[in-house]
Every structure is written in structure tokens, then in C-alpha cells.
Nanobody, 116 residues
Framework: VQLQASGGGLVQAGDSLRLSCAAS??????MGWFRRAPGKEREFVSS????????YYADSVKGRFTISRDNAKNTAYLQMSSLKPEDTAVYYC????????????WGQGTQVTVSS
């Protein structure tokens, strides 16, 4: 299983970015995004089931971030809008395999930096 996260960068407050997470190896019941800001613990950002029927967001990103997935490409996306400096972090994608209840595989992370 490999997860390749991409799309990070340096933007200004109010800008948008779209992160991608391409998975290989097999399909997954749930794909998600986490982030770790400097000096902080890793935190959940958003997740989506394969059908798209269950989507969750952290309160801090609701209304600004949108998660989606393209099952044909086995890829999840995180569209981030109205970015704030406090969104600065390394963003990691992760997946839950069928038959599992835990985030068993993680990508390498992509840096998002939002300047004020």
C-alpha cells in the first residue's frame, strides 16, 4: 500500500489549495486527512467513505474545506478555501482498510503554509 500526498504550498490568507492523495495497492473503506502544526499534536481534519455517504470535518475547517474522492483513480482530495495562518501544518492522508477500524496506512505528508 502506498499513499502519495501532493498539492501543498505557500499561499496567502484567504487563498485556496487542493490537496490530493493517490492510493495504490487496493481500495479502502475510508480515506482521510490529518494535520500537524508546529509544536502541536496531529489532529483530524476530514474523512470520507468510499460511497461518499459519510463525511466528517473538524469544527475548525467546516465550511471552508471540502473532501471528495474519485474511486476510479483511488484518490482523495481536500479542497481548502479561505485559508488562515492557523491552517499552516503538514497535511497527511490516511486510509482505513475494509475490515479494519483504524487508520492503518499513512502518506508522507505535504506542507501547507499560509502567510498573513
Amino acid at each position: 500500500v502506498q499513499l502519495q500526498a501532493s498539492g501543498g504550498g505557500l499561499v496567502q490568507a484567504g487563498d485556496s489549495l487542493r490537496l490530493s492523495c493517490a492510493a495504490s495497492g487496493r481500495t479502502f473503506s475510508r480515506m482521510g486527512w490529518f494535520r500537524r502544526a508546529p509544536g502541536k499534536e496531529r489532529e483530524f481534519v476530514s474523512s470520507i467513505t468510499r460511497s461518499g455517504g459519510e463525511i466528517y470535518y473538524a469544527d475548525s475547517v467546516k465550511g471552508r474545506f471540502t473532501i471528495s474522492r474519485d474511486n476510479a483513480k483511488n484518490t482523495a482530495y481536500l479542497q481548502m478555501s479561505s485559508l488562515k495562518p492557523e491552517d499552516t501544518a503538514v497535511y497527511y492522508c490516511a486510509v482505513i482498510s475494509y475490515g479494519s477500524a483504524s487508520w492503518g496506512h499513512w502518506g508522507q505528508g505535504t506542507q501547507v503554509t499560509v502567510s498573513s
